[in-house]
């Protein structure tokens, strides 16, 4: 299974249309069966193009994963995207922590390269793909919700419906802001893995 997650430079109509490239483009990638590295290079080469050809500065954050049930594993590659957090088993993780794991964002740089990562999926139990709005939310003294947050609150209640476990963190973020408001787009995904039989 390919997850895919993206947060796009900006808002309003420009951004909407480079959300709209984007699909196309994933459409035309998808069906080539590529590694997630070769996938996220094709796409920043197909952004890149249609945005210079466009002259506009444009770029997008971006995450895709590989999910194989059968040999349980993840592989992975990350375009300047936040790190999704794996959790199961009274842990918590979180993925491309460190920008060496890390390529540029889609539409910056036509010859980016990106890398595959793999990691075993053996006890995890659920997958959270999120855009950096999560991390921005600011509470009154100007202070991030950041990852390290996020990572508690991942792992807390994780037993509950995949629904109320998602619900739960965004009510955490909000409570965190006491504006009880976003001041960016936030998106999260919550993937789970079951074994067999479940």
Not at 76 to 91: D, F, S, T
Not at 171 to 178: G, I, M, N, Y
Request: net charge negative; glycine share 12%.
């Amino acid at each position: 299974y390919g997850v895919f997650i993206c947060d796009v430079m900006g808002h309003g109509i420009r951004a909407a249309l480079i959300v709209s490239m984007l699909r196309g483009l994933i459409v035309t990638q998808n069906a080539k069966g590529r590694s997630a590295a070769e996938f996220l290079n094709a796409m920043n080469v197909g952004l890149t193009s249609i945005l210079q050809r466009a002259n506009v500065t444009m770029f997008a954050t971006a995450f895709y994963g590989i999910i194989d049930l059968e040999a349980l594993t993840l592989e992975y590659a990350c375009a300047g995207h936040p790190g999704p957090v794996a959790v199961g088993e009274g842990k918590s993780l979180q993925l491309c922590i460190d920008k060496s794991g890390k390529g540029p964002a889609l539409g910056l740089i036509a010859n980016a390269s990106y890398k595959s990562n793999r990691m075993g999926l053996e006890g995890i139990r659920r997958l959270l793909l999120f855009t950096d709005g999560v991390l921005e939310a600011e509470n009154e003294a100007g202070e991030q919700f950041l990852d390290s947050r996020l990572l508690v609150i991942a792992g807390r209640n994780s037993e509950k419906p995949l629904d109320g476990w998602l619900d739960g963190i965004l009510d955490t973020v909000l409570d965190f802001s006491q504006g009880h408001h976003f001041d960016d787009d936030v998106c999260l995904l919550g993937i789970e893995i079951l074994a067999d039989g479940e």
